[in-house]
């Protein structure tokens, strides 16, 4: 523990300038309020201070409430009390000097003080909504009428990050610093002159901005409706509106009183769990248990793509949407000029659904440089390859890669399930080659997998998961295994879900519950959007390896007729030219009735529930598998390429997360009964029973290794 503490005050001259130190991000752990507090009560006991600077040190002016602190019982200050209670009664003006962050808990204390200054790079916000609670200091009551109840509800029911500028611009501060300037002395210039105007400007004072919300409340209803979609099965997002709706209807302290029971209301919600959950296992992921402490990534300033297709050309947007010249190589002029095509169109289309400015476009699209060599990328610090799935196609091209990139380049392939030894075997420089699969559309996707071979270095590790997350993708590591972490894991539901179909359900039954569930599509859906010829190729290339892998026939009969899904018109669904809506077809219907009795599987009913947990608890199966084998580092880690990677809903934490809500023995006891029922594909995983026995949550698996 650092002896430095959490909160200091110090006179310059006539200012009181109290620094907040609580690194990482100046949560508001335990100790930084009441440290507040005693420098503010200081600052107003001294004569000589005329006025209050109230700053952060480090990366960020304040983060919020300390997210560890909710749900385990420890005690934390009233937050919608004493603080904002004692700036509000304040004899004296304070400034909140803002750079970094100031988020939740650390923008309602700004937004109690007197006045705001921010850096140009700084980003304010009240993110509450998305670990599943409210803004429970005020934010409800006062950033309402700081910017009016319309805008105030985009910001706290999205809760999105919003830039200095733009923050500006909409009141909720007063002044915008240019980074270069020096936030403490701007600020304490600024303090300096306001230090003598009164009455003092009070948030909670102003009433201007909902005149026009008291008027016509139609906009709390309108906005309900607009996010019926997003936030079905949620709570917080309609708490959140509802606390804004108080600010309009109530007196400022009775909406403050609102404000908290809509709060208790939240926090220990199994909603709040799991989005809390959620927010820690991404910040996990991140860590490499295994590493050597010594190790330190490459640095990268370019990359190189081989193959533009669909993969390759979403990749090299990745890193040109983040300021990374990427060059880009294909085996024909054709697919490479077809490949440029398609990275313009898409750039094209988001400049027209208002997403990206056109000059922004221009600058990305100036950062990828297609070449017509690999004597053109040698330099390279990054090369990804992105050819077809196929080994003798890969295969040469790392023999290549071999003889050409300079030393010490990062090799590494967008493979989704082939072996990243056998890559690595055609290069004299194993350790410098991984896997980095990347999730389709590779420049929407957050997910990527960081595939670890036998001989992949800790340095090329390392290196691989930064790159990630320099272009803003969540980089997990999977072991390397035929689908390895994320695809693996999926597989038996991608299996169980054809197999419900010869048991007696349709696809649009099985979607149905699945959207139900959270996800934004359903399984089928999601299955003719990506190609069904596609999972054709997988099926038989597993198939091929293993005499016992289990046949699709049905999904086999579509593919046979030509139904690949969207992009013929027709799949589980049959689709109308020029719309992506799918509607339920007879033909299917018939067809998989034909096959199950060809089959001699007599169809029946199927609950909701039981469609969920035969697809659900058939990968929580795998995934046990996949931590047993020391696949994944941690069942967490699971749940994250779950949420990034497959659309499982935020609100439920992950597959694994949502399992422990069940209860370990329940979905062991399931499994085995079904084992019973279907035979071999359902035998429960060592590692799964020895939890079931121990009653240990998945969370707390221990990985084999
Ligand atoms: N509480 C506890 N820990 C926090 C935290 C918080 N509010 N915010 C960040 N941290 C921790 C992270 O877990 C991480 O810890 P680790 O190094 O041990 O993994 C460390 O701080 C650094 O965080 P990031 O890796 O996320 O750093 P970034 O620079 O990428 O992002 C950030 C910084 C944008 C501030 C991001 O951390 C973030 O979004 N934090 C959460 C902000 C938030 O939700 N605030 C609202 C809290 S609720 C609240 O205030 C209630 C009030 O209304 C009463
Ligand atoms: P694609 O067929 O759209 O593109 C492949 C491109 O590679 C084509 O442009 C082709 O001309 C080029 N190519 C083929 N051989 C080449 C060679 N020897 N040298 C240079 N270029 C060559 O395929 P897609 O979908 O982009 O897949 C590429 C890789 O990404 C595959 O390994 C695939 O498994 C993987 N992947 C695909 C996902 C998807 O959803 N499509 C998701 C995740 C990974």
């Given at each position: 523990m650092s002896d430095t503490p959490l909160v200091t005050l110090t006179r310059e001259t006539d200012i009181g300038v109290i620094t907040v130190n609580y690194p990482p991000v100046n949560a508001l752990g335990p100790g930084v309020v009441e440290g507040i507090i005693d420098c503010l009560k200081q600052g107003f006991a001294d004569p000589a201070i005329t006025a209050m600077v109230l700053i952060g040190a480090g990366r960020s002016f304040i983060a919020g409430a300390d997210i560890r602190g909710f749900g385990t019982g420890r005690k934390r200050l009233p937050l919608g009390e004493r603080i904002y209670d004692i700036l509000d009664a304040s004899t004296k003006p304070v400034v909140a000097a803002i750079h970094g962050y100031a988020l939740g808990g650390g923008l309602e204390i700004a937004l109690a003080c007197n006045y705001r200054v921010a850096i140009d790079s700084a980003k304010v916000g009240l993110p509450e909504v998305l670990i599943g609670i409210l803004p429970g200091g005020g934010g409800t009551q006062r950033l309402p009428r700081l910017v009016g109840p319309q805008a105030a509800m985009d910001m706290i029911v999205t809760g999105r990050h919003v830039p200095a500028r733009e923050a500006g611009e909409l009141g909720i501060v007063d002044e915008v610093i240019p980074d270069t300037a020096g936030l403490r002395d701007s600020a304490i210039a600024y303090a300096r002159r306001i230090a003598a105007v009164r009455p003092l400007p009070r948030v909670r004072d102003r009433e201007d901005k909902l005149i026009q919300a008291k008027l016509d409340p139609s906009i709390f209803d309108a906005m309900r409706k607009s996010i019926a979609r997003r936030a079905r099965n949620q709570k917080a997002p309609y708490h959140c509106i509802a606390a804004v709706e108080a600010a309009c209807t109530l007196p400022f302290d009775d909406g403050i009183r609102r404000e908290s029971e809509l709060f208790r209301e939240l926090e220990n919600s199994d909603e709040a769990r799991a989005l809390r959950y959620a927010f820690f296992a991404e910040r996990e992921v991140a860590k490499l248990p295994d590493l050597p402490r010594d190790v330190t990534a490459k640095p990268f300033s370019n990359a190189a793509v081989i193959g533009a297709g669909t993969m390759g050309g979403g990749i090299a947007m990745s890193f040109a949407d983040f300021g990374i010249?990427?060059?880009?190589?294909?085996?024909?002029?054709?697919?490479?000029?077809?490949?440029?095509?398609?990275?313009?169109n898409n750039y094209a289309t988001s400049v027209k659904r208002g997403s990206l400015a056109e000059d922004e476009m221009q600058h990305r699209l100036a950062r990828i440089e297609p070449v017509s060599g690999y004597d053109d990328i040698k330099d390279a610090d990054i090369v990804i390859e992105a050819v077809f799935e196929e080994m003798d196609v890969k295969k040469p091209v790392f023999a290549k890669l071999d003889a050409v990139m300079k030393p010490g380049a990062l090799l590494l392939s967008n493979t989704s399930a082939l072996d990243i030894d056998e890559l690595a075997a055609m290069t004299h420089r194993p350790g410098d080659v991984a896997g980095a699969h990347f999730f389709s559309p590779a420049n929407v996707m957050k997910l990527l997998e960081v595939v670890r071979g036998a001989k992949t270095s800790p340095e090329t590790l390392l290196s691989a998961t930064q790159m990630g997350r320099k272009i803003g993708k969540i980089a997990g590591v999977a072991g390397n295994c035929d689908g390895f972490l994320a695809n693996r894991s999926r597989a038996p539901f991608n299996t169980e879900m054809v197999i419900l179909l010869e048991e007696g359900c349709l696809p649009e039954q099985v979607d149905k519950v699945m959207v139900d569930f959270g996800?934004?599509?359903?399984?089928?859906?999601?299955?003719?959007?990506?190609?069904?010829?596609?999972?054709a190729a997988g099926?038989?290339?597993?198939?091929?390896?293993?005499?016992?892998?289990?046949?699709?026939?049905?999904a086999d009969r579509l593919v046979e007729l030509g139904r690949y899904g969207q992009k013929t018109g027709a799949g589980w669904y049959r689709y109308e030219k020029g719309d992506r809506a799918p509607h339920p077809d007879p033909e299917v219907a018939a067809i998989i009735k034909h096959v199950s009795t060809e089959m001699n599987v007599p169809r029946r009913g199927f609950t909701d529930q039981e469609i969920l947990r035969r697809l659900l608890f058939s990968s929580v199966n795998e995934a046990c598998k996949i931590l047993e084998e020391g696949i994944a580092y941690r069942a967490s880690d699971i749940d994250v390429m779950w949420l990034h990677g497959f659309g499982f809903p935020r609100y439920r934490g992950g597959l694994m997360f949502w399992a422990d809500g069940i209860g370990v023995r329940d979905v062991y006891n399931q499994i085995a009964a079904w084992h019973q029922q279907y035979g071999e594909r359902w035998a429960p995983a060592a590692l799964l029973r020895q939890l079931a026995e121990s009653d240990t949550p998945f969370r707390e698996a221990k990985p084999g290794r």
């Open positions: 010249p990427v060059k880009i190589l294909d085996s024909t002029k054709e697919a490479l000029d077809r490949g440029m095509e398609r990275i313009r996800y934004p599509m359903g399984p089928f859906a999601v299955g003719d959007l990506a190609g069904l010829d596609i999972s099926r038989r290339r597993r198939a091929a390896a293993n005499p016992n892998y289990r046949k699709l026939p049905i």
